[in-house]
């Protein structure tokens, strides 16, 4: 189907790009995704371990 490029996501602190791959077929389903960041803020990091649904609440206090 093809690639959509959101560059850059504004609605986040720095430069972020985000690349996804569509599938072929009616499905519109994402076959692959990339994300590459200019800036390391070490939410990943952080965030090792954790439950996900954990995310919102820690992330928006740094």
């Given at each position: 189907?093809?690639?959509q490029?959101?560059?850059p996501?504004?609605?986040i602190e720095g430069h972020?790009?985000?690349e996804?791959?569509?599938a072929s077929g009616t499905s519109g389903a994402?076959?692959?995704a990339r994300c590459a960041a200019e800036m390391f803020r070490g939410y990943e990091n952080i965030l090792q371990g954790h439950n996900p649904t954990d995310?919102?609440?820690i992330v928006?206090?740094?």
């Open positions: 189907m093809g690639t490029i959101l560059d996501v504004t609605r972020l790009r985000v996804l791959d569509f994402v076959s692959d995310a919102v609440q928006q206090r740094i």
